[in-house]
């Protein structure tokens, strides 16, 4: 257990539907990051958040969004669903400068079918 | 864009053989590079955090070296045993916290 928990572990859902994932930190950790692995594709940047607001952006789409919550866990929300959005979303979560890299969560896998 | 190219993609080696992975990433707006190990059904795992021109990090067999003045890392794996069989990510921060990953190696360790 890498201390950083996701749920849910899997999600299979409709086109046009959306859905929301969560992820709570390492304890202690304040910055969480949201990645997306698609098929034959590496991990892919999509959010971070620092101590409740938003820090970096990478490839997120507008139908997706994140928040940082006081308790600093995240939720990821994907809306208006297509069938290329299915993906593995991991979390991960540092310290707030990477010294020590990144712990990552197991993982949601999100199927829309 | 940031580009952080891995080679090889894959590699297969002999039990007891000695490999090394490279890392390439922009030169410019660096702040880290991470190396991370990545079994299957699992999560990654960081491994080093390098952010000096001339680090050198070692953790067991493994080690790693930076040069961020030309834009490379090389990861070896001394006497690689078939439990080192993962993908190992190399990742490059730019000094706006960004962490794009590389497309990984892939080794594979046969006994």
Not at chain 2, 31 to 54: C, D, I, Q
Not at chain 2, 90 to 95: Q, W
Request: a negative charge.
């Amino acid at each position: 257990d890498s201390g950083v928990t996701q749920t849910p572990k899997h999600l299979i859902t409709a086109t046009g539907q959306r859905v929301t994932l969560r992820c709570s930190p390492r304890s202690g950790d304040l910055s969480v990051y949201w990645y997306q692995q698609s098929l034959d594709q590496g991990l892919q940047f999509l959010i971070q958040y620092y101590n409740g607001e938003e820090r970096a952006k990478g490839n997120i789409l507008e139908r997706f969004s994140a928040q940082q919550f006081p308790d600093l866990h995240s939720e990821l929300n994907l809306s208006s669903l297509e069938l290329g959005d299915s993906a593995l979303y991991f979390c991960a979560s540092s310290e707030g400068d990477s010294n020590y890299g990144y712990t990552f969560g197991s993982g949601t896998r999100l199927t829309v079918v | 864009i940031l580009n952080v190219e891995q080679s090889p993609q894959s590699l297969h080696v002999q039990e007891g053989d000695s490999t090394n992975f490279t890392c390439s990433f922009p030169s410019s707006n660096f702040y880290a590079l991470h190396w991370y190990r990545w079994e299957t059904a699992k999560s990654p795992e960081a491994l080093f955090v390098m952010t000096l021109n001339g680090d050198e990090k070692k953790k067991g067999r493994i080690s790693a070296t930076l040069n961020t003045k030309e834009g490379y890392s090389y990861l070896y794996i001394k006497g690689s045993q078939p439990e080192d069989s993962a993908t190992y990510l190399c990742a490059f921060e730019s000094n706006t916290g960004k962490l794009i990953f590389g497309q990984g190696t892939t080794l594979q360790v046969k006994p």
